[in-house]
């Protein structure tokens, strides 16, 4: 009797048999084509497989079913990712920068363990994207991405359009239970031929391996993820259940493997720190040689039990090391120095270099940090420089061939005004940064300035969040604090998602915000260093805005100053103002165009009361306290402002110097903390008794 093959041309039987013969076969397939790397059918016959499955499952959609072959391209683009809680946690490995501290790694391991010599499972460490498979009786039901390590992004959807991703286990013994850890990544030859369609379509190209593996991932839209090259190679689990437990690392691989899942072949065991020093060294020499991008490699103890032994420490499991390689350098010339605001108003060094490959990227800018780095370093404008990149790290600037160096190399000069606003620039006695001091006024230091301005221990100005804050910037309607109390109602509703009545509901919270206290209109102000305890200093010793204003201006060292080291006598005279402080005072006041922000917050009715203690009557003084919980009849911040107005300091985290802590309803860990130290607790009627001669 002749038998049908399964490219048999004549007509099709369609039957559910037949249905689940072509499934079978064309797993069996990947798992020879992805797994195994030993294909056993050309390419054209596969495709014919696939084709009469799809077929099949179009004249007949009740029988298609979701880890079906044909079933890794579909769905409508979604709105945005779901979080998802891993089973376990998904950890992050301790790094090993040199063979010394791979080294010390071992030495850790052999001595907790009492051996001389110890088997470890050695693999290249992907330069991707980890990614955690929950299999379910077999059947793909979740991916999701590392995120922080407990919580993940629900990419279900676009995994599953990874070919050489099982939507099935193979085999009959697989797990109830079965989370697979691993790292999906782009590969070489798969990014040059994504970046060469980009360019052609007028799109912007990937720069690395890395950025286009997880660009392609975290597409809203599945049937993009589906046309870009992706692959994966499977290195751990996670959660295991309905099956027996492994006995080593490398038995539990050969499971995986076994039931369809990638793994990297270039994985082995290796006995010692000998080996595995040899292992390191023939990856690295293979590293250009990949289809993939490795910054290292990984070594993991390979039994369980010793794996159990050891344990953890803090995020990252104790028997396992992730050996770094060097980082790639190139040389190539500086032919300048930009100097960049930040939005705290740091002027960061860029160097502007002669475009060079790095790391398989252009680079053309490097970060040279700080002046102080380009005193240690002796870079000069025109040196041929040595330029470093280490994964997704900031290119940045290592050293200088001092016998390269042109006649014509200029020094590195820092600027003395800002390039955006073109205030002072100081440096602060014990920093390295040099900083603008027009932070009220400096269109790069705007939006910090603003979001800072508004926050609920400054301003406390509800709804003017950092969505608000971008449109307001962006519109041209805020270009200094003061613009706020001037915004009209509709400008305010013109903004995207902002009708009227969410509009009047940000003027009245600007309305409101207009009564305050010095102090947190001094924190407010986002003066360089000026917390909301040193604020509350300044505004009890001060007394007054003006007080603290002539101080800082009368302050201006002089040289007889300079030469006695006493600079800043008046500012310094405050609590908790040392000379860092005051010069940060002394600077944020002098310049004038603070002074013109201030003025204009003051015109538009910004006021508050005279302190309501003088200096001195502080009968807290002295005192710290914590509050936790919800308190009964005053918010948290009412209760902080009225223990301060008394002179306490009020703290985040309970410590053995703790006066009391002050616990609300649902305190937490904060409560078990100040018992476990015997701090006193006082509840909402001790703290009542406590702040009373301030209420």
């Not at 286009?212 to 751990?236: E, K, N, V």
């Not at 005279?573 to 944020?588: E, M, R, S």
């Amino acid at each position: 009797m002749q038998q049908t093959s399964l490219f048999d041309t004549g007509e099709r039987d369609v039957s559910r048999e037949r249905l689940d013969a072509l499934r079978e076969a064309i797993r069996e397939h990947d798992y020879r084509y992805y797994v195994l790397d030993a294909p056993s059918i050309p390419d054209a016959e596969y495709d014919r497989l696939m084709r009469e499955l799809r077929q099949i499952e179009s004249e007949h959609p009740q029988w298609i079913q979701p880890d079906s072959p044909s079933q890794r391209v579909g769905g409508s683009p979604r709105e945005g990712f779901v979080a998802v809680r891993h089973a376990r946690p998904m950890l992050s490995l301790n790094n090993a920068m040199d063979e010394a501290e791979l080294a010390d790694f071992d030495r850790r391991a052999r001595e907790a363990l009492g051996e001389n010599a110890l088997a470890y499972h050695a693999e290249a460490k992907i330069d991707g994207l980890a990614i955690s498979l929950r299999y379910e009786n077999g059947v793909l039901v979740r991916a999701a991405t590392r995120g922080d390590g407990e919580r993940g992004e629900d990419v279900t959807a676009n995994v599953r359009t990874i070919a050489c991703i099982p939507l099935r286990l193979m085999s009959t013994d697989r797990p109830a239970v079965l989370d697979v850890r691993g790292e999906i990544y782009m590969p070489r030859r798969g990014l040059r031929e994504l970046n060469e369609r980009l360019l052609a379509a007028g799109e912007k190209p990937f720069a690395n391996p890395r950025n286009a593996a997880a660009g392609s991932l975290r597409q809203l839209d599945p049937r993009i993820t589906a046309t870009r090259p992706l692959s994966f190679f499977a290195y751990g689990w996670g959660e295991l259940d309905g099956t027996s437990a492994p006995k080593t690392h490398s038995e539990m691989l050969a499971r995986l493997r076994a039931w369809g899942l990638p793994v990297n072949p270039l994985n082995a065991l290796v006995y010692g720190i000998d080996e595995a020093r040899a292992y390191a060294a023939r990856l690295l020499a293979a590293r250009d040689s990949l289809d993939y991008d490795i910054d290292g490699a990984v070594f993991k103890l390979d039994r369980i039990a010793d794996q159990e032994q050891l344990g953890f420490v803090a995020r990252a499991p104790r028997w396992a090391v992730a050996f770094k390689f060097p980082p790639e350098e190139e040389l190539t010339e500086l032919l300048d120095v930009d100097w960049q605001v930040g939005r705290t108003g740091a002027l960061t060094p860029v160097a502007r270099l002669a475009p060079v490959h790095v790391g398989g990227v252009m680079v053309s800018n490097a970060t040279l940090h700080n002046l102080d780095m380009i005193h240690q370093k002796d870079v000069w404008i025109g040196d041929t420089v040595i330029v470093r990149r280490a994964g997704d790290v900031i290119p940045e600037i290592v050293g200088r061939l001092i016998e390269r160096r042109p006649a014509g190399a200029r020094a590195i000069v820092p600027p003395r005004i800002c390039p955006v606003c073109g205030s002072h620039v100081e440096q602060v006695d014990g920093e390295v940064a040099l900083r603008c001091t027009g932070g009220l006024y400096c269109p790069a230091q705007r939006r910090e300035a603003i979001r800072h301005f508004a926050s609920r221990r400054a301003m406390d100005i509800d709804g003017l969040g950092e969505k608000i804050i971008i449109q307001l910037d962006e519109a041209g309607l805020v270009k200094r604090l003061d613009d706020l109390y001037r915004l009209r109602l509709e400008d305010v509703a013109a903004l995207e998602r902002m009708a009227e009545k969410s509009a009047q509901n940000l003027l009245d919270a600007l309305e409101k915000s207009k009564t305050t206290t010095l102090a947190r209109f001094l924190f407010a102000l986002g003066i360089p260093e000026v917390g909301e305890t040193t604020a509350q200093g300044l505004a009890r010793h001060f007394g007054s805005l003006d007080a603290l204003r002539d101080a800082a201006c009368a302050d201006l060292p002089t040289a007889e100053a300079e030469r006695k080291k006493d600079r800043f006598p008046r500012l310094q005279a405050a609590p908790d103002v040392g000379l860092t402080i005051a010069a940060h005072i002394a600077g944020f006041f002098t310049e004038a165009h603070n002074r013109e922000v201030i003025e204009g917050l003051l015109a538009v009715g910004v006021h508050w009361e005279a302190p309501s203690s003088a200096v001195g009557e502080q009968p807290l003084a002295g005192r710290t306290y914590v509050i936790t919980g919800t308190l009964e009849g005053m918010t948290r911040e009412e209760a902080r402002a009225a223990l301060e107005a008394l002179g306490a300091k009020v703290s985040d985290s309970v410590s053995k110097k703790t006066t009391a802590l002050i616990a609300g309803e649902a305190a937490g860990s904060k409560l078990a903390r100040a018992q476990a130290l015997g701090v006193p607790v006082l509840d909402a009627m001790g703290l009542a008794e406590l702040i009373a001669p301030s209420r």
